[in-house]
């Protein structure tokens, strides 16, 4: 059974340090299961280890099918419509080339979107499965941003940060009470963590 985890909110540490490297393999098919069914309960295109508090360089990824118009409740099932799934560990951005900005959304600022962070059109990206094995992969368009947008949060860079200085402060102020709502669950959810952890401690 796939372990659901809470999702760190804009404001938690965690988001803004840079990830380790994996090195031992053993826990990750179990890891990468539970990212894959946190992601698809948030209805994400993407899912970052240290989003859900592990400083860890892995994230994974999905396209979906176009619904072709049909009526998409809050209760429809994402699975159905997976075309592909990602699992990317220790992921290196090899190749890049061309520009391009499109509207980007991240679960760790849930309901926030907007367009101008600056990514590459087209990347190579090496990276090892869950397994280990080595693996090559060409995106480009839609799938190269969501690749580099989890990179980036392996490198505890939010989307926002690579857009211009004009557009990050835009986007900073038009969020301003969304950001410190978020900062404040963020330390409202640590300090509950605080606790658990000092209560597991003493049993
Ligand atoms: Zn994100």
């Given at each position: 059974m796939a372990e659901i985890f809470p999702i760190r909110l804009y404001g938690d540490p965690i988001l803004k340090k840079k990830a380790q490297p994996v090195q031992d393999f053993s826990g990750i098919p179990q890891l990468a299961e539970n990212l894959l069914e946190t992601m698809f309960e948030a209805r994400g295109v993407g899912l970052a280890a240290p989003q859900v508090g592990l400083g860890q360089r892995l994230f994974v990824a999905a396209e979906y099918l176009d619904d072709?118009?049909?009526?998409?409740?809050?209760?429809?099932?994402?699975k159905t419509r997976i075309k592909q799934l990602y699992v990317m560990v220790n992921p290196v951005i090899t190749h890049r080339s061309g520009q391009q900005s499109i509207t980007e959304g991240c679960l760790s600022l849930p309901g926030l979107y907007a367009e101008g962070a600056q990514r590459d059109l087209q990347v190579r990206v090496e990276y090892q499965d869950e397994g280990g094995a080595k693996k090559t992969l060409e995106a480009e368009g839609y799938l190269a941003v969501v690749v580099q947008h989890e990179i980036d949060h392996l490198d505890g860079i939010l989307f926002f940060q690579r857009m211009s200085f004009a557009d990050k402060q835009k986007f900073l102020d038009l969020h301003r009470e969304d950001l410190a709502d978020f900062q404040r669950q963020a330390r409202a959810f640590l300090r509950e963590e605080v606790g658990r952890q000092a209560a597991g401690k003493q049993r």
């Open positions: 072709e118009g049909a009526e998409e409740g809050p209760e429809a099932d994402l």
